[in-house]
Each structure stands twice: as structure tokens, then as C-alpha cells.
């Protein structure tokens, strides 16, 4: 088993990884860009090392800084998180170079199931429906149109070295094609490093449904079953569920024996997920691998009781899978959403600041996985993700129920949050009787808060500059607001984590 090992990322994905490096017994080590430096997964890591500049170009995306941090720290093995440099096979290749771990896919599995035109190529052949689209990268605009023609309109532009929703874009008509193109490009390039784009065919209000996976580096290989993730907004899931309340047990033993045989047929190991869509006769298509640990990894832990990072460092060290497909089950539902720091009522534009109170929700079924903390300032510079709120209970409805509650209980002070929005998203007709497909948020909230008037805005922003104002009257007379009670100041609050002994 590894001794040390190093997070190369940021926000609640490493606080998640540093987590369950601590319940192993294994140090953990934590990169920072400046603009994190004052960071939550900065202040729970062993040890921490800067890596560069706030733009992730020059810090979290810069492989001879990240490689320099694990080198000089001793770090034996660095996880990656998801986004970033997780399905970068260049990354990995350089890792095993220099006798690194990482704890991801093979360089060689990644670079195929990494490159989504080469996996749909790997697919096609091992007999697995694919979605109709282009089986090269093109540069030549040429070859794009005449693609997108034989293809039909609408297609969609997708980033060909990653997932998440970056560089994606939906493309009506050949007017549309090279700005869509273009736009496309500078986001992949940006997230990933790669600008490289492909096509394929638009389905119009499929459901989007994945399957967890695990192998080890024997060949064993099985799923964890599925989540449903049809609740979009940009292409980026918001709210994720297990199980998917469109599939019946034949179903989801054929999707997730096809996920299995997709895996070996690109000799993959470690965690993964098989994407799928499932068009409106329950036919299912496959979409692409994401070659790394999910975000929505959570729903599926509490459905099954599998750790999924503790599996993922387990096989890394060489550990053989002890879990077998016939002893794997679900219990109960989960669901999860995510709160970014975004403003709904402004088209969703982040929302960069200093979070003045954090107020988690707590009570039984209730996850809350975040990278923040009262006081943090949010950056500017990276994918506002600011926590995963997830729960569960024995059926569909009583999560339901419960996550709008949590909801209601999550206080984030200080920036804009999407968890109102979220909540009307969970709330809805359409979604609590289990019929939402990838156009519900285009259907059903294009228009959310357009209704709000100007008197609510400036009573809003009154409250927050009367808040900040208390805030700073208190603070200048040694005392504090937490959790609605005025408290003294003393090190025990402003700087925490402290032990007896004076250790930190």
C-alpha cells in the first residue's frame, strides 16, 4: 500500500480523495495554484505545495510542476480527481515513466477510451451500438460540413480529449457550424489542453444513463450499476439519481453488460464510467467513457456501500477486486445535486466572492461533499463547483423529499448559489414522476427568476450590505456571527483545527 499520495486537483473532488487517504492511513499531499492557496483541501492535506499562477494553464493543468510536487514530496502515487489532467494519457505515460502511480486507467487504455473518436472506433468493433458521428478528427471545415451533412441537422460539436460539458455545442443548421466550431475549440483547449472537436448526430430527448465501473489489473471487471443523468444545463449534469427511474430490471441488465464488455474491450482498469443514451423506444446507445471518477460517484456509494476512491487507490496498489457482480446490490435511492456559485436569476453567471456563512445541512440520509468553508474566498479562475449535496432513502419519493428539505437547510452566505433553482429542479412535477429527459431544463426553467422585480433585488441587496455590515461592526469588537449566535473571538475560532499540545 502507498505511504503518500498526492491530489492533483482542487476544491471538494480533493478534499473528497484526502479524506479517504486519511481513513486508509496513507499522508496526503495537496496542490495549490495562488488563488487557492488559502484553500479547504489546502488546510486538510499533510502537506501542500504551490504549483503556479491561478490560471490552471500555468498551476493544475502544468504536468512538470504537478510531476516536481509529487517528486520533491515523496508522494509514491498521485490521484488525479476528475477534469483537469484525469483523462490525459500524456499525464499518465509521463507518471509511469518516473515510476508514479496513477491512480487512473492505464496509458494505454486512457488514450484510447480518453480520445472519445478513438473509443467510439474501439466500440463499433466490439459490436456495441454507438450514436452516429464522425470515427476521425478533422481540421479540414471541408470534411466537418460534409460530415455534418451526411450526419443530418441537428449534430452536436464535442471536445474529442474530455467530458464535463466542455466544448460542447448543438448545431441547428450549417450557419451555425464554424462558430460553433470555434467556440467549441477555445473551451476544450482550455479545460483540457487539446482543442481537438468532433461530430456527432443529435438525438432530441434522450435520457442520459451511465454505468459505474471497476477492474482491476487482473481482468476483472464488473458495474456498480446505473445513474440517471438527464437533468442538464449546458451539457452539465446538475442533479444525478440511483436507480434510474426509466429502467426495469432486464434493461439494466443488459446496459450494464454492455458497460462491462465495452471496459474489457478497451483493456481498462481502475474506476470508469460507460455513458449511454436511451432514446424514446429504449434502445440505448453508446455515447463515450469517462475515464476517471464520476462527480455523482456519491449516489452510487450510498446505493451499494462500495467505497469508490478506497477501490480506485486499492487497485492502484496492485490489490485484486474482492467484489464479485453476482454479490453486488442496490439499496434504497440517492440523489444528488450540485450547488455551484452561479446566479440563476443573471443566466447562471458565476458568482466569485468571500462566503460570510456557510450552514451545512446535516440529519440522517444527508451527504454534503464541499470544498469550502466560512470566510473562503470563491475564485474566479476555475469550474464554480462548490459542493454535492446528496441523500437517501428507501424509495424515490422519500429522497425526493428529503433533498428539498436539505435544500432548504443549506445556507451559503455571501456569493450566489444555484440551491434555490435546485430545489425548484427537484420539486417539479416532471421530475418527481420520473419522465425528465436532457431537454427538461430547456423545456421547464428557461425562463426561472425572469419573474423576480426590482424591489426584490434591491431588498437583496440591501440585506446582504446590512449582513456585511454587521458582520464588520462585530468583528471590529472581537466577536463573530456563526449559525445566527453572536460569539466571542478567540484562536479557537478564527484559526481551528487545533489540538492539545498546540498541534495543528
Given at each position: 500500500?502507498?505511504?503518500?499520495?498526492?491530489?492533483?486537483?482542487?476544491?471538494?473532488?480533493?478534499?473528497?480523495?484526502?479524506?479517504?487517504?486519511?481513513?486508509?492511513?496513507?499522508?496526503?499531499?495537496?496542490?495549490?495554484?495562488?488563488?487557492?492557496?488559502?484553500?479547504?483541501?489546502?488546510?486538510?492535506a499533510d502537506e501542500a505545495v504551490p504549483v503556479g499562477p491561478p490560471p490552471a494553464a500555468e498551476s493544475y493543468l502544468d504536468m512538470e510542476r504537478i510531476l516536481e510536487a509529487a517528486r520533491a514530496t515523496g508522494a509514491e502515487a498521485i490521484h488525479p480527481g476528475y477534469g483537469f489532467l484525469s483523462e490525459n494519457a500524456a499525464f499518465a505515460r509521463l507518471c509511469e515513466d518516473r515510476g508514479i502511480v496513477f491512480i487512473g486507467p492505464n496509458s494505454r487504455a486512457l488514450e484510447l477510451v480518453g480520445d472519445k473518436v478513438r473509443a467510439r472506433q474501439t466500440m463499433e468493433k466490439a459490436g456495441i451500438p454507438t450514436v452516429p458521428g464522425m470515427t476521425s478528427v478533422s481540421t479540414s471545415l471541408d470534411e466537418i460540413r460534409a460530415a455534418a451533412r451526411a450526419l443530418g441537422y441537428p449534430v452536436i460539436v464535442k471536445a474529442s480529449a474530455g467530458g464535463g460539458g466542455k466544448g460542447m455545442r448543438i448545431v441547428s443548421d450549417e450557419d451555425g457550424l464554424v462558430p460553433a466550431?470555434?467556440?467549441?475549440?477555445?473551451?476544450?483547449?482550455?479545460?483540457?489542453?487539446?482543442?481537438?472537436?468532433?461530430?456527432?448526430?443529435?438525438?432530441?430527448?434522450?435520457?442520459?444513463?451511465?454505468?459505474?465501473?471497476?477492474?482491476?489489473?487482473?481482468?476483472?471487471?464488473?458495474?456498480?450499476?446505473?445513474?440517471?443523468?438527464?437533468?442538464?444545463?449546458?451539457?452539465?449534469?446538475?442533479?444525478?439519481?440511483?436507480?434510474?427511474?426509466?429502467?426495469?430490471?432486464?434493461?439494466?441488465?443488459?446496459?450494464?453488460?454492455?458497460?462491462?464488455?465495452?471496459?474489457?474491450?478497451?483493456?481498462?482498469?481502475?474506476?470508469?464510467?460507460?455513458?449511454?443514451?436511451?432514446?424514446?423506444?429504449?434502445?440505448?446507445?453508446?455515447?463515450?467513457?469517462?475515464?476517471?471518477?464520476?462527480?455523482?460517484?456519491?449516489?452510487?456509494?450510498?446505493?451499494?456501500?462500495?467505497?469508490?476512491?478506497?477501490?480506485?487507490?486499492?487497485?492502484?496498489?496492485?490489490?485484486?477486486?474482492?467484489?464479485?457482480?453476482?454479490?453486488?446490490?442496490?439499496?434504497?435511492?440517492?440523489?444528488?445535486?450540485?450547488?455551484?456559485?452561479?446566479?440563476?436569476?443573471?443566466?447562471?453567471?458565476?458568482?466569485?466572492?468571500?462566503?460570510?456563512?456557510?450552514?451545512?445541512?446535516?440529519?440522517?440520509?444527508?451527504?454534503?461533499?464541499?470544498?469550502?468553508?466560512?470566510?473562503?474566498?470563491?475564485?474566479?479562475?476555475?469550474?464554480?463547483?462548490?459542493?454535492?449535496?446528496?441523500?437517501?432513502?428507501?424509495?424515490?419519493?422519500?429522497?425526493?423529499?428529503?433533498?428539498?428539505?436539505?435544500?432548504?437547510?443549506?445556507?451559503?452566505?455571501?456569493?450566489?448559489?444555484?440551491?434555490?433553482?435546485?430545489?425548484?429542479?427537484?420539486?417539479?412535477?416532471?421530475?418527481?414522476?420520473?419522465?425528465?429527459?436532457?431537454?427538461?431544463?430547456?423545456?421547464?426553467?428557461?425562463?426561472?427568476?425572469?419573474?423576480?422585480?426590482?424591489?426584490?433585488?434591491?431588498?437583496?441587496?440591501?440585506?446582504?450590505?446590512?449582513?456585511?455590515?454587521?458582520?464588520?461592526?462585530?468583528?471590529?469588537?472581537?466577536?463573530?456571527?456563526?449559525?445566527?449566535?453572536?460569539?466571542?473571538?478567540?484562536?479557537?475560532?478564527?484559526?481551528?483545527?487545533?489540538?492539545?499540545?498546540?498541534?495543528?
Amino acid at each position: 500500500m502507498f505511504g503518500k499520495i498526492m491530489i492533483a486537483n482542487r476544491g471538494e473532488i480533493a478534499v473528497r480523495v484526502i479524506k479517504a487517504c486519511r481513513e486508509m492511513g496513507i499522508g496526503s499531499v495537496a496542490v495549490y495554484s495562488e488563488a487557492d492557496a488559502a484553500s479547504l483541501h489546502v488546510r486538510l492535506a499533510d502537506e501542500a505545495v504551490p504549483v503556479g499562477p491561478p490560471p490552471a494553464a500555468e498551476s493544475y493543468l502544468d504536468m512538470e510542476r504537478i510531476l516536481e510536487a509529487a517528486r520533491a514530496t515523496g508522494a509514491e502515487a498521485i490521484h488525479p480527481g476528475y477534469g483537469f489532467l484525469s483523462e490525459n494519457a500524456a499525464f499518465a505515460r509521463l507518471c509511469e515513466d518516473r515510476g508514479i502511480v496513477f491512480i487512473g486507467p492505464n496509458s494505454r487504455a486512457l488514450e484510447l477510451v480518453g480520445d472519445k473518436v478513438r473509443a467510439r472506433q474501439t466500440m463499433e468493433k466490439a459490436g456495441i451500438p454507438t450514436v452516429p458521428g464522425m470515427t476521425s478528427v478533422s481540421t479540414s471545415l471541408d470534411e466537418i460540413r460534409a460530415a455534418a451533412r451526411a450526419l443530418g441537422y441537428p449534430v452536436i460539436v464535442k471536445a474529442s480529449a474530455g467530458g464535463g460539458g466542455k466544448g460542447m455545442r448543438i448545431v441547428s443548421d450549417e450557419d451555425g457550424l464554424v462558430p460553433a466550431l470555434e467556440a467549441g475549440r477555445r473551451e476544450a483547449k482550455s479545460a483540457f489542453g487539446d482543442d481537438s472537436v468532433y461530430l456527432e448526430k443529435f438525438i432530441e430527448e434522450p435520457r442520459h444513463v451511465e454505468f459505474q465501473v471497476l477492474a482491476d489489473d487482473r481482468g476483472h471487471t464488473v458495474h456498480l450499476f446505473e445513474r440517471e443523468c438527464s437533468i442538464q444545463r449546458r451539457h452539465q449534469k446538475i442533479v444525478e439519481e440511483t436507480p434510474s427511474p426509466a429502467l426495469d430490471p432486464e434493461l439494466r441488465a443488459r446496459m450494464g453488460e454492455t458497460a462491462v464488455r465495452a471496459m474489457r474491450a478497451a483493456g481498462y482498469n481502475n474506476a470508469g464510467t460507460v455513458e449511454f443514451l436511451l432514446d424514446r423506444d429504449r434502445r440505448f446507445y453508446f455515447l463515450e467513457v469517462n475515464a476517471r471518477l464520476q462527480v455523482e460517484h456519491p449516489v452510487t456509494e450510498l446505493t451499494t456501500g462500495v467505497d469508490l476512491v478506497r477501490q480506485q487507490i486499492l487497485i492502484a496498489s496492485g490489490t485484486g477486486l474482492t467484489l464479485r457482480q453476482e454479490n453486488l446490490l442496490q439499496r434504497g435511492h440517492a440523489v444528488e445535486c450540485r450547488i455551484y456559485a452561479e446566479d440563476p436569476k443573471m443566466n447562471f453567471l458565476p458568482s466569485a466572492g468571500r462566503i460570510v456563512l456557510l450552514r451545512e445541512p446535516k440529519g440522517p440520509g444527508i451527504r454534503f461533499d464541499s470544498g469550502i468553508y466560512e470566510g473562503v474566498e470563491v475564485p474566479v479562475y476555475y469550474d464554480p463547483i462548490l459542493a454535492k449535496l446528496i441523500v437517501w432513502a428507501e424509495d424515490r419519493e422519500a429522497a425526493c423529499r428529503r433533498m428539498s428539505a436539505a435544500l432548504d437547510d443549506c445556507v451559503i452566505l455571501g456569493i450566489h448559489t444555484t440551491a434555490g433553482f435546485l430545489k425548484d429542479v427537484v420539486n417539479h412535477p416532471e421530475f418527481r414522476a420520473g419522465r425528465a429527459t436532457t431537454s427538461f431544463i430547456g423545456k421547464f426553467f428557461s425562463s426561472w427568476g425572469m419573474g423576480e422585480g426590482e424591489d426584490d433585488r434591491q431588498r437583496l441587496a440591501l440585506a446582504a450590505a446590512a449582513f456585511d455590515g454587521l458582520t464588520r461592526t462585530t468583528r471590529a469588537a472581537g466577536l463573530s456571527v456563526r449559525g445566527g449566535k453572536m460569539e466571542i473571538e478567540t484562536p479557537w475560532t478564527t484559526l481551528g483545527g487545533w489540538r492539545a499540545g498546540g498541534e495543528r
